[in-house]
């Protein structure tokens, strides 16, 4: 039940700060708490409805039964069902892949819905794929409302954060989701962000004693490291930013500043240390290769080549950054430059733009979308400050000019739409697509766009109100962004956009006798595994033939004598390669060859089921020392018999 405790605790603080009358602060406000006014009102129905539509796309995207065979689960979700039972069920310090093994990875989310599930007695994936998005949506949105709200008296800054934080993405470009279904850890660890985000502006503006805040602080800083390093690694270059302009400036926060910054990077560093350090891999990313780019992979390069690839990644800073126009805006309005929501939120933004410059696999995505939590709020009042800034003041004119940049954002979104699906159409790996000139032709008509609306503003010079107005059009035109491409079949990956033989790709992952990943469920599979469910003690241990991929683990939530080699030997430390690999040449000598020979290691090491894919041994019968318990076309259960074993 240790799921459950982080919200009793909250919980019972809140009711104690209420008993004794004690307000938990404004955010940077010194406003009190208003209630559900009209645009807290708004943004709650604005961020239902879209919640309601990523839920039921994930429903009909996971189901949890079916008829035939299935192939639409993300290759990633069955190890993320495996580790969360082996983390519920076995602690840290084991492993359901291999006995005695450990997996280094940011598992905090799966052992929160590991545990969830033990406590319910749920199926398989019905946490991760219902539970998880469902929390992740709701608690989200709250921060994002009720923070967007305190410190904007926009009233359409609220929805604006509030869709830019479901369904915001990049302009011209995809993968830019803040909340995806397909990474439950990244779902979850955002709004951990977001909590520390919240948090840690509360101990900026604070002048009273903070001791337990920055306590509050540390904890949520560990608590999304260990929910996913690209939620932790652009705040510690926030927290850093903060600190350092607050000692050059010499403000008079500096002293929290350095103690907030202090109190970060020690708790970051210590859950790096005791749950990510020492894996074999490096989570696929590479530091400095031009290989398997997130541009090439998108079709962004206008070249083909190093050149290109090159070119194609600055496109995609374009993209990525047009998203957080508004934070611009602070940048430069003189009154928000220095504050440190700003100053925290430039930090996010340089981080995620920097680890997409420097890395590749695509992984270096996951930054940016992080980021792009908090930074939806801070984006969404920059273009509510912006707005005021063309209105002068004038509430009619403020709206008018809003109007007219919602307008014109549509545009800007058609055109980029456009360049999108029809550019991919006509390229392929080799020929250039016209995908690259979405993020550009996208910023020039928004620019145009910040002209058009800076002939209508009196307020400053010409130039600034021009940026103004971009800001603001940038930011509307990329709420929608998420849904790039959809329906038009040209949504994401093309392929890679360099010739494998112009660099080198770096050591192959551990292989062994499996070679396949299983992606392609049937029905009969998954009756066997609920039959295993039901009729397996769940400290059994089960060998299996489908040792490269987690699926049976994932399924029937027993530990395995060796499985998910793809994921264990990337994750676990490099000295368990050695046994895992053993562990697999057991297991599938004795489903192969059945012996007496092949059957001690089996009776050894204490299995009691077998899971065989027929298709990948000849043999079908195992006799006498394992008997067929049951049976599908795809599966066969076996038992094995402790009588027969060799002595």
Same mark, same amino acid.
């Given at each position: 039940?240790?799921?459950?405790l982080?919200a009793v605790?909250v919980?019972?603080?809140?009711l104690v700060?209420?008993w004794?009358?004690r307000?938990?602060?404004?955010?940077?406000s010194t406003e009190r708490d208003?209630g559900v006014d009209?645009?807290?009102g708004?943004?709650?129905g604005?961020?239902?409805l879209?919640?309601?539509?990523?839920?039921?796309?994930?429903?009909?995207?996971?189901p949890?039964?079916w008829?035939?065979?299935?192939?639409?689960y993300h290759?990633?979700m069955?190890?993320?069902?495996?580790l969360?039972?082996s983390?519920?069920?076995l602690g840290p310090?084991?492993?359901?892949?291999?006995?005695?093994?450990?997996?280094?990875y940011h598992w905090l989310?799966?052992g929160?819905?590991g545990q969830v599930?033990?406590?319910?007695?749920?199926e398989?994936?019905v946490?991760?794929?219902r539970?998880v998005?469902?929390?992740?949506i709701?608690?989200?949105s709250?921060i994002?409302?009720?923070w967007a709200?305190?410190v904007?008296?926009?009233?359409?800054v609220?929805s604006v954060?509030?869709?830019l934080f479901l369904?915001g993405?990049?302009?011209?470009?995809?993968y830019g989701?803040v909340?995806?279904?397909?990474?439950?850890s990244?779902?979850?660890?955002?709004v951990?962000?977001?909590a520390?985000?919240v948090?840690y502006?509360?101990v900026?503006?604070s002048?009273a004693?903070?001791?337990?805040?920055?306590? %509050?602080? =540390?904890?949520? *800083? /560990?608590s999304? #490291?260990?929910g996913?390093?690209s939620a &932790?690694?652009? @705040?510690?270059?926030g927290v850093?930013?903060?600190?350092v302009?607050a000692?050059?400036?010499r403000d008079?926060?500096?002293?929290?500043a350095?103690?907030?910054?202090?109190?970060?990077?020690v708790?970051v560093g210590l859950?790096?240390v005791l749950l990510?350090?020492?894996?074999?891999g490096s989570?696929?990313?590479?530091?400095g290769?031009l290989?398997?780019?997130a541009?090439?992979?998108?079709?962004?390069n206008?070249l083909d080549?190093?050149?290109?690839v090159?070119?194609?990644?600055?496109?995609?800073?374009?993209?990525?950054?047009a998203r957080?126009?508004?934070?611009?805006w602070?940048v430069?309005a003189r009154?928000?430059r220095?504050?440190?929501?700003?100053?925290?939120g430039?930090g996010?933004?340089?981080?995620? %733009?920097? =680890?997409?410059? *420097? /890395?590749n696999? #695509?992984?270096?995505?996951?930054?940016? &979308?992080a980021? @792009?939590g908090p930074?939806s709020?801070l984006t969404?009042v920059?273009?509510?400050d912006?707005s005021?800034y063309?209105?002068s003041g004038?509430?009619?004119?403020t709206?008018r000019?809003a109007v007219?940049?919602a307008a014109?954002a549509v545009?800007?979104y058609?055109?980029?739409w456009a360049?999108?699906a029809?550019?991919?159409?006509?390229?392929n790996v080799w020929?250039?697509t016209?995908?690259?000139?979405?993020?550009?032709?996208?910023v020039?008509?928004a620019?145009?766009?910040?002209?058009i609306?800076?002939?209508?503003?009196?307020n400053?010079?010409l130039?600034v109100?021009?940026?103004?107005?971009?800001c603001?059009i940038?930011?509307?035109a990329?709420?929608?962004g998420?849904l790039?491409?959809v329906?038009t079949g040209?949504?994401?990956f093309l392929q890679?956009?360099?010739r494998?033989?112009?660099f080198?790709?770096g050591?192959n992952?551990?292989?062994g006798?499996?070679v396949?990943?299983?992606?392609?469920w049937?029905?009969?599979q998954?009756?066997?595994?609920?039959?295993l469910?039901?009729?397996?003690?769940m400290s059994?241990l089960l060998?299996?033939?489908?040792?490269?991929?987690p699926?049976?683990?994932?399924?029937?939530g027993?530990?395995?004598?060796?499985?998910?080699?793809?994921?264990?030997a990337?994750?676990?430390r490099?000295?368990?390669?050695e046994?895992l690999?053993?562990?697999e040449?057991?297991?599938?000598d004795?489903?192969v060859?059945?012996?007496?020979?092949?059957?001690?290691?089996?009776?050894?090491?204490g299995?009691?089921?077998?899971?065989v894919d027929?298709s990948?041994?000849?043999?079908?019968?195992?006799?006498?020392?394992?008997?067929?318990?049951?049976?599908?076309?795809d599966?066969?259960?076996?038992?094995l018999?402790?009588?027969?074993?060799?002595?």
């Open positions: 039940w240790g799921w459950a982080p605790v919980v019972v603080g809140w700060a209420r004794r009358g307000a938990w602060g404004a955010l940077g208003s009209r645009p807290v708004a943004a709650l604005v961020a239902g879209l919640g309601l539509g990523m839920l039921a796309y994930n429903l009909r995207s996971y949890l039964a008829e035939g065979s299935w192939s639409g290759t990633d069955p190890f993320f069902e495996a969360a039972t983390m519920a069920r310090l084991d492993s359901i892949f291999l006995p005695g093994g450990q997996v280094r989310v799966y929160w819905a599930t033990e406590a319910s007695g749920a398989p994936f946490v991760l794929t539970i998005p469902l929390v992740s709701i608690a989200g709250f994002v409302i009720s709200r305190r904007s008296k926009v009233s359409w609220p954060a509030a869709a369904v993405g990049y302009l011209g470009a995809v989701g909340l995806t279904a397909d990474s439950p990244q779902s979850m660890s955002v951990w962000l977001l520390f985000t948090t502006l509360h900026m503006a002048r004693r903070t001791a337990w805040l920055m306590g %509050l602080l =540390a904890l949520l *800083a /560990f999304m #490291t260990g996913k390093i &932790a690694a652009p @705040a510690l270059l850093l930013v903060v600190a302009a000692i050059v400036r008079a926060w500096r002293g929290r350095l103690w907030a910054a202090g109190v970060t990077w708790a859950a790096f990510l350090s020492g894996s074999s989570g696929g990313l590479m530091l290769t290989m398997d780019r541009s090439s992979q998108q079709g962004l206008p080549g190093p050149l290109g090159i070119a194609g990644t600055a496109i995609l800073l374009v993209a990525i950054g957080w126009a508004g934070l611009l602070l430069i009154g928000t220095w504050q440190p929501a700003t100053l925290f430039a996010l933004a340089v981080a995620s %733009l920097a =680890a997409v410059a *420097a /890395f696999s #695509t992984n270096e995505i996951w930054f940016a &979308a980021a @792009a930074l709020v969404a920059g273009a509510g912006a005021e063309l209105g004038d509430r009619r004119r709206m000019l007219m940049a014109w545009l800007v058609a055109t980029v360049l999108w029809t550019g991919a159409s006509g390229g020929v250039s016209l995908r690259w000139a979405g993020p550009v032709a996208g020039a008509l620019l145009l766009g910040g002209w609306l800076s002939r209508r503003s009196g400053g010079r130039v109100r021009v940026v103004a107005g971009a603001l940038l930011v509307f990329t709420v929608p998420r790039l491409g329906g040209q949504v994401g890679n956009g360099l494998n033989e112009w080198s790709r050591a992952s551990v292989m006798r499996d396949d990943i299983v992606t392609d049937t029905a009969t998954m009756d066997a595994a609920r039959w469910r039901e009729n397996a003690s059994d060998a299996t033939n489908l040792t490269f991929g699926f049976v683990p994932a399924v029937t027993l530990r395995t004598y060796a499985s998910g080699i793809l994921y264990q990337a994750y676990g490099p000295s368990i390669e046994a690999l053993r562990n040449n057991e297991s599938w004795f489903i060859t059945p012996s007496a020979m092949t059957a001690a290691p089996m009776c050894a090491a299995v009691q089921w077998i899971w027929p990948l041994t000849p043999v079908t019968s195992w006799l006498p020392w394992a008997e067929v318990a049951f049976q599908t076309d599966v066969a259960v076996l038992r018999i402790p009588t027969a074993c060799p002595t």
